[in-house]
């Protein structure tokens, strides 16, 4: 309803012009006087673009006003025409009258006429063409329409995917960085534990980084299990449990797992 | 026999003495060589008088049509066959000639001369039958009328002598309601089937019901197109005959790629073509006067700016809304050369689809088919009929490829990719009965006693729907009852011949007592001359304004409006010709003078009817005088048909004792009475105005607009309607204002507000169905 309600203010805003085009000496007189201001927008942009018109300019003004009208007037039969469109979908429903008596003289509901029953089902569509694109093109207005609609859809899809492939970057990147982080760990530890000396100075943190992000290709997933093995195999030690077991048996026991996801 | 032949040769005699001397040997001559063949005797059979001289003339031309060829072929199949297809393309000369060689058959077969029976071709087209009957009536060497005559909505123009009649299918049909088994008929040829009008389809459908009843009727169908087989199906395997066109060779071109505007590809091409291809007239088929006025427009200004290397073109429009008399350009021969030994001239014939079949240009060479053309479709779920630029069909395309092969090999030059033309043509035009509103085909199918039209055999069944509103109008007008059978009312409703509404009108009107003017109204809105739209005017004047001061302009209009009565748009499109600066300011006055003096004496403030009306009265009072119409831009032909058309009317209200009557004119209730009759017949085709401004029908709730054509001075709440067409917009025509107050009198039965969707119409008849309601118990009180 409230659709409608909006169309009709349209309607009758045309409905004026026309009166004003069929009437009288309107474009000799300021397009103001003889159009009364409306509550469209467009409307108010055109009559300030008409009251700063100089006497001089006056007559390319007012064709920029006709054309402008002309558009206007497009719009709104685009508009109505989608209307008709739309209501030629509705069916004549089955309480109507007519469908009734054609019942009554043996018509099925959803069937077709004819000998066999061969017949249309469906009144032969209306299509409305307000442009001169040939056979084989589309109505420009409509292809833009429907460029339109396929580029916000690819727009769309296209951000889904963006935020997908940085989520997922993202979530592979936390993922690398525990890697050198364990690996480091690992490594320090495994140092430890063959009683080597720690190098790693405070100060040099930021070096290390550096390094760290250096070797961040270097350092995958496989050089982490391999160290983390080592210490299992070699130390019965578990990175993640943080603690060195007394047995193999209670290693395999007590430690849910290699992965630090297990833990 | 010896006898027989020797008094001809008297009679031959005689003719050969009141003959100029010096022509004897040459028609000697020429009647002895043709002696052995059939019908060259010298007494006319038909008049008993003998042949005249241009008989013969004649006689010698149509023995070179094609059809000639396979005449005794024809005749053959014809006897041993009940039902027979021909399939020819125009130019075989089927129309004007198997027409008379059935005759020939049919005479011989029955021979008793006192025994009446006719042979009937029927025509799409009224201009057709008319222009066909005189061209076969002078072959006959008879008066048209007599023996051949013909037979048009509104006239009839046959006698009891009668044996060959063209008719309009409509005719045909109507003659069914009085004579259901067509028993005046021994042969029924029904032309031009392929262009499957909707009274030749619902013929298709009764002949068939009719042949099996009458074993010694036959039909002849006659078709131009591919459609042969599907006609040969439907008619349960009838022979098909084929008599070759004169038709040379055409060579097909498409365009690598769509077209972004099919007009510009159009003008691109002729031009192409005049400076590269060798001579020949080029035919350009496009959709509507305004377009093809602006393509001529463009084409000669185009090939202005190439110079004189170039020969010189001469552009000429053609569609069927066009003065006869500009029509005739079209037939005029090619420009010549600027200067002698210069490049030679072409003629670009710019046409709608009249060219494509019912009209035939010698001399086309070259065809350019951008794919379109306007189709009027119906669509009953908002009943709206829509005039619209849609692709033709792939059969369509044939047709108009065909067209530049006509005088020698020829070229036409597809504005759509072949690839287009293999998928997106659908392969047939929707016969008409797919695209029209139905309620007056019912009506007469009802009339002809089928009352199963669910499984009548249709050769292309219409959809549920259309038949649903046809169903649903004849209903609330009382011409069918609840259970679907023809009610007494709807017996006299198909009498008459017109759409169901206004036969409606028509039989209530003496209770409105104004049956005097709602005759006049209608006969004024029957004539399709009336209703024309007054754009095409607008812009045929607009174009051809070369002209300055008024009384020119006022020739022109005269001669615009030739076959068209305008005078109820007339006012408007003054006011409009001045407003649009298209009048040179000086003449300002005289014409703003003349727009206020015609809406003075015709313009009716309430309504197109009643101006109708009013030029009709001022058209009486005057005496039907010519020139008191020319003085008023009044077409005199039209009125005098219109006249015709109520004589007609006034014959069958005659018939059924509807009384003859006229309100007071001095009366309140004169105008009053006349609308409300009208409502009457129209109550389904109502507007309301809303609160914004602007006016939604009844029921559908379709947004639509006043046809700037009309006489109104105001914009009245609730207003009548003749049609509700779609084209450059939602347009109700010819309308008249009607009270609110007298809806829920006259059609409280439509009105029903149980089944009426939401909406301020609505809200508004709530209002006065309850005003009535107090009223009446006020009534009752007071007694």
């Known amino acids: ?263 | 026999m010896g006898t027989e032949r020797k008094r001809k040769l008297s009679l031959f005699d005689v003719v050969d003495e009141t003959s100029v001397p010096g022509t004897k040997p040459k028609l000697n001559g020429g009647f002895g060589g043709a002696a052995p063949m059939a019908g060259n005797s010298l007494v006319n059979t038909w008049t008993g008088k003998a042949y005249s001289q241009r008989y013969f003339e004649i006689l010698e031309k149509r023995k070179a049509l094609p059809v000639w060829q396979q005449k005794d072929e024809f005749l053959q199949v014809l006897k041993n066959n009940q039902t027979l297809i021909l399939v020819g393309e125009t130019g075989s000369g089927k129309t004007t000639q198997i027409p008379q060689f059935v005759l020939e058959a049919v005479d011989n077969e029955y021979p008793d001369k006192r025994r009446k029976w006719m042979v009937a071709c029927t025509q799409p087209r009224r201009v057709a039958a008319m222009s066909v009957s005189r061209r076969v009536a002078e072959e006959m060497d008879v008066a048209i009328g007599e023996e051949v005559g013909y037979s048009i909505r509104f006239e009839d123009c046959s006698s009891a002598r009668t044996v060959l009649k063209y008719l309009t299918d409509g005719m045909l049909l109507r003659e069914a309601m009085t004579d259901p088994l067509l028993e005046r008929y021994k042969v029924i040829i029904l032309d031009e089937a392929h262009e499957r009008t909707l009274a030749t389809d619902v013929l298709f459908g009764l002949l068939k019901e009719v042949l099996k009843n009458r074993p010694d009727l036959k039909l002849v169908v006659m078709s131009a197109t591919l459609e042969a087989e599907k006609f040969q199906g439907y008619f349960l395997g009838a022979p098909l005959m084929k008599v070759p066109g004169r038709l040379h060779p055409v060579e097909i071109f498409y365009t690598q790629e769509p077209e972004r505007d099919y007009l510009e590809a159009a003008i691109r091409t002729v031009v192409q073509i005049h400076m590269c291809e060798p001579l020949g007239d080029i035919l350009v088929f496009l959709t509507g006067e305004e377009e093809i006025e602006d393509a001529c427009r463009k084409i000669t200004k185009e090939i202005g700016n190439l110079g004189d290397q170039v020969g010189p073109v001469k552009a000429v429009p053609l569609y069927s809304t066009l003065p006869p008399a500009m029509q005739q350009k079209i037939f005029e021969p090619a420009p010549p050369p600027l200067n002698e030994g210069g490049p030679a001239g072409r003629k670009i014939v710019v046409s709608t689809n009249i060219a494509e079949t019912s009209l035939t240009i010698d001399g086309i060479v070259y065809v350019i088919d951008p794919g379109f053309a306007k189709q009027k479709v119906y669509n009953p779920r908002v009943r709206v009929e829509s005039l619209l630029v849609s692709p033709i069909s792939k059969a369509s395309a044939h047709q108009r490829s065909g067209r530049a092969g006509r005088t020698q090999p020829g070229k036409c030059f597809r504005l759509y990719t072949e690839k287009s033309f293999n998928n997106d043509l659908q392969p047939q035009t929707y016969p008409e009965i797919l695209r029209s509103n139905l309620a007056n085909t019912v009506l007469t199918l009802k009339k002809l006693g089928i009352d199963d039209l669910v499984h009548f055999d249709f050769m292309d069944p219409p959809a549920p729907e259309t038949l649903m509103r046809a169903l649903e109008v004849l209903n609330y007008l009382g011409a069918l009852d609840d259970e679907g059978n023809l009610t007494k009312l709807g017996e006299i409703m198909s009498e008459f011949p017109l759409d169901p509404q206004m036969s409606k009108m028509l039989v209530v009107s003496p209770e409105f007592n104004c049956s005097n003017e709602i005759l006049s109204i209608s006969a004024m809105l029957s004539g399709c001359f009336i209703c024309m739209p007054i754009e095409h005017v607008h812009r045929w004047v607009s174009l051809h304004m070369m002209f300055s001061n008024w009384s020119m302009y006022k020739q022109v209009l005269v001669h615009a409006l030739r076959d068209e009565i305008v005078a109820v748009s007339q006012y408007y499109l003054m006011k409009q010709m001045v407003s649009s600066g298209l009048y040179a300011s000086a003449d300002l006055p005289e014409a703003q003078k003349a727009a206020d003096e015609a809406k003075a004496r015709f313009g009716h403030i309430d309504g197109d009817h009643l101006t109708l009306l009013n030029v009709y009265h001022a058209y009486k009072q005057n005496n039907e005088d010519p020139s008191w119409c020319y003085e008023n831009f009044i077409n005199h032909r039209a009125l005098k048909s219109a006249d015709n058309v109520r004589q007609q009317l006034v014959r069958i209200m005659a018939r059924f004792n509807l009384k003859l009557c006229s309100t007071d004119f001095n009366s309140r209730d004169y105008y009053i009475n006349i609308r409300k009759a009208m409502l009457a017949g129209y109550f389904m085709q109502v507007a309301h105005m809303e609160r914004t401004g602007h006016y939604l029908t009844v029921k559908d709730n379709q947004v639509v607009h006043l046809h700037p054509s009309n006489c109104l001075d105001h914009k009245p709440e609730w207003v009548i309607y003749n049609e509700y067409v779609l084209t450059s917009r939602n347009f109700i025509r010819t309308v008249t204002d009607i009270r609110g107050e007298w809806i829920v009198d006259i059609a409280p039965h439509y009105y029903d507000l149980e089944n009426f969707p939401q909406c301020e119409a609505k809200r508004v008849l709530e209002r006065l169905y309850k005003k009535r309601e107090k009223e009446r118990e006020e009534n009752r009180n007071r007694k």
């Open chain 1, 1 to 263: 309803m409230a659709e409608f309600a909006k169309n009709q203010t349209t309607n009758g805003e045309q409905e004026d012009e026309e009166d004003d085009y069929m009437g009288d000496l309107s474009q000799f007189l300021s397009p103001e006087a003889s159009n009364p201001p409306k509550p469209s927008s467009k409307k108010t942009l055109s009559g300030k673009s008409l009251a700063v018109q100089s006497s001089k300019k006056k007559k390319a003004k007012f064709l920029n006003w006709q054309e402008h009208r002309k558009q206007e007037r497009e719009l709104k039969q685009i508009e109505e025409d989608e209307q008709t469109l739309a209501k030629t979908e509705a069916p004549i429903p089955q309480s109507n009258i007519g469908f009734k008596l054609l019942k009554r003289m043996g018509y099925t509901p959803g069937s077709a006429l004819g000998k066999e029953g061969s017949g249309r089902a469906e009144p032969v569509g209306l299509e409305i063409r307000r442009s001169r694109a040939g056979i084989g093109r589309e109505d420009p207005r409509k292809e833009k329409i429907r460029r339109e609609e396929a580029e916000a859809e690819m727009k769309r899809r296209n951000e889904k995917a963006l935020m997908e492939d940085f989520g997922s970057r993202q979530k592979s990147q936390w993922r690398n960085r525990r890697v050198v982080v364990n690996f480091e760990k690992a490594k320090a530890a495994l140092d430890q534990l063959e009683n080597r000396e720690v190098l790693v100075p405070k100060k040099s943190e930021d070096e290390e980084e550096v390094e760290e992000e250096e070797e961040e290709e270097e350092i995958t997933a496989e050089d982490l299990l391999e160290i983390l093995m080592k210490l299992r195999d070699e130390h019965r030690y578990c990175l993640f449990c943080g603690f060195q077991y007394e047995s193999m048996e209670a290693l395999l026991a007590n430690c849910p797992g290699t992965d630090e996801d297990d833990h």
